[in-house]
């Protein structure tokens, strides 16, 4: 059964850092595009960042752009999402999620996916 666990996150300080990791299980993670999203309260899910399958093209939404960082370890089967310079508007739980298309751009704003994690919340607040 394929299957994605997202884990790291938690309750940080506006400025601070996590890092959320996407391990894979079932499939071979090399050969997905995968993508992380967030949903906070009120709000429609938003690609945050995706990186494609085999050739690992990035992708970042503009309200990340220099502060998150995506990578792929295919060794450990694990794509992770360093976050740094947090803020509050950062809240959300974020979801890591596999999809067939090979374009990490067209994953993270579409988000069409095949299967996703079950999320893991992440809080910036005093």
């Known amino acids: 059964q394929l299957q994605l666990v997202e884990s790291g996150g938690g309750l940080v300080q506006p400025g601070g850092s996590l890092r959320l990791s996407c391990a894979a299980s079932?499939?071979?993670?090399?050969?997905?595009?995968i993508g992380w999203f967030r949903q906070a309260p009120g709000k429609g899910r938003e690609g945050v960042s995706c990186?494609?399958?085999?050739?690992?093209?990035?992708y970042y939404a503009d309200s990340v752009k220099g502060r998150f960082t995506i990578s792929r370890d295919n060794t450990k089967n694990t794509v992770y999402l360093q976050m740094n310079n947090l803020k509050p508007e950062d809240t959300a739980v974020y979801y890591c999620?596999?999809?067939?298309?090979?374009?990490?751009?067209?994953?993270?704003?579409?988000?069409?996916?095949?299967?996703w994690g079950q999320g893991t919340q992440v809080t910036v607040s005093l």
């Open positions: 990186i494609s399958s085999h050739v690992g093209t990035t």
């Open positions: 999620a596999a999809s067939s298309f090979a374009t990490a751009q067209v994953v993270c704003v579409s988000g069409q996916s095949d299967t």
């Open positions: 079932g499939f071979t993670l090399y050969y997905y595009t």
